[in-house]
């Protein structure tokens, strides 16, 4: 099946509900190599046990796609920042996402979310940076991976960057006017540390206010 050995296919037809894939990405180690090393495909991903936010989205699509479901990513476009891909789906006309980040409230939501723009939002307070900063600006339309077929996504030995670089080309729905852009307070110290708690690579913490 698309490409899959037969032990890949057991392993992603297993993760059959999206909380069984968020819990398959939560148990990987995080992929710390510099920004722009790697692009694994779900087959990488599977053999290594380590994957970065894309590198799981693309595992979770490919989870998806073997369950039934379309495997469907939207891109999270930041400022001064990393921006954030995660795997989307739709249950009972709602949407939800799994996804894999350094930082706790980035990642798993369930299908509760009226409108994309909805489940979007949903991360607004959690996307910060390392200086506290709410980074989040803008997100893509979902881009169905079946479209990558042609360079073998799911089990590809080279690194997937036509992927990325169609998700950084197409265009994005911005979240906030200009205005209130340039006002935006950033994260205060609570909440700040809860969302870095236990983030491999962990820089610093804000100072107290």
């Given amino acids: 099946m698309y490409g899959l050995t037969r032990a ?19 148990a990987l180690t995080y992929n710390l190599e510099t920004k722009g090393e790697t692009l694994r495909s779900p087959r990488r991903v ?18 998806f796609r073997v369950n ?5 990513v939207v891109d999270l476009e930041a400022v001064r920042d990393d921006d954030h891909v995660i795997a989307v789906y739709r249950d009972g006309g ?20 009226r409108t994309l723009r909805e489940l979007v939002m949903s991360y607004f307070e959690d996307y910060y940076n390392w200086d506290g900063e709410r980074t989040l600006r803008a997100y893509s339309r979902p881009v169905s991976l079946a479209r990558f077929d042609t360079i073998s996504w ?13 998700l950084a080309a197409i265009p994005h729905t911005r979240l906030l006017p200009r205005s209130r852009e340039r006002r935006l307070p950033d994260v205060d110290r609570r909440s700040y540390e809860a969302g870095i708690h ?12």
């Fill in 8 to 26: 890949e296919t057991a392993i992603l037809r297993a993760l059959s509900t999206p909380e069984k894939v968020q819990a398959y990405l939560d």
């Fill in 198 to 209: 236990g983030a491999p690579g962990r820089r610093h913490s804000l100072p107290l206010h």
């Fill in 94 to 113: 709602s949407w939800g996402a799994v996804a894999l980040s350094k930082f706790a409230g980035l990642r798993f939501r369930a299908a509760v979310y």
């Fill in 68 to 72: 039934g479901l379309p495997p469907l």
């Fill in 46 to 63: 599977m053999r290594d046990r380590t994957a970065h936010c894309a590198e799981a989205a693309f595992l979770a699509a490919a989870a």
């Fill in 154 to 166: 799911m089990t590809s030995e080279e690194d997937l960057w036509p992927i990325t670089d169609h």
